[in-house]
């Protein structure tokens, strides 16, 4: 079901220009996320994607333009306002990075005690639901050198969810796994998505994951230091664009080999 459109977007991306050292890497980059979308960015090695999602975090101060998540503006990480501003959203970081010294349960507790107001009793029941959705109750005081990689990808997306975020940041949530595994985590991320309305935003470079549950994506080009097309998987794979077309039309990594 289509959720009714809102005046105010998750993402709001103005003529931004991003980069290390004061030397762009990206320029005038534009587009917006509304809420409940499922958006990617996606490219070559070297183009931008990681670093652009940094900037959306307030990690990485811009060069130029605005960033607006709720049409709130993105504060720098240092300053006194971010803690309060990340209720916004939550970051799954790439490969999971959750506490090896942690169980499951007490890596999804986190977010909670940090955020204080809950009484232990509200924390053990939101933990308790949360990686009920992701499917490991079974696995709550395990620790993550103990479960599967994509076991451990779950139980990073519970902790990220543990708060009720209205956006969800992924960095290359798939990375390392194998194609079956891969695609399950992409359709719970789909599925919690579409239930909970939030907005996501994800880095990817595999193209099973943009075609199954992205609803679009951005492209970046590294050679133009630009955001060459804005379009759903389908019609980017169409694009007038050769670099993009090219992108869309490569064979996946062989096994051992990196890819873009």
Known sequence: MALPASPVPAVAVRSLSLGHGGLPL????Q???APGEIFALMGGSGCGKSTLLRTLVGLLPPLAGSVH??????PAADSDGYGKFTRHFAVLFQGGALWTGKTLA???ALPLLRRGGFSLAEVRDLVACKLSLVGLSAFANFFPHEISGGMARRAALARAL????PLLFLDEPTSGLDPVTARRLDALIA?????QGMAAVVVSHDLAEIGSIVD????LHGESRSVLEIASPAALAQSPHGAVREFFSRPPPRKGEMAP
Do not use: H, M, T
Request: hydrophobic content about 50%; glycine content about 6%.
């Open 162 to 165: 543990a708060l009720d975020p």
């Open 191 to 195: 599925e919690l998505c579409r239930c």
């Open 69 to 74: 998540l709720f049409g709130d503006a993105v």
């Open 106 to 108: 007490e890596n999804v």
């Open 26 to 29: 990206v320029e005038g980059v």
């Open 216 to 219: 679009r994506a951005a492209f």
């Open 31 to 33: 587009f917006s996320v």
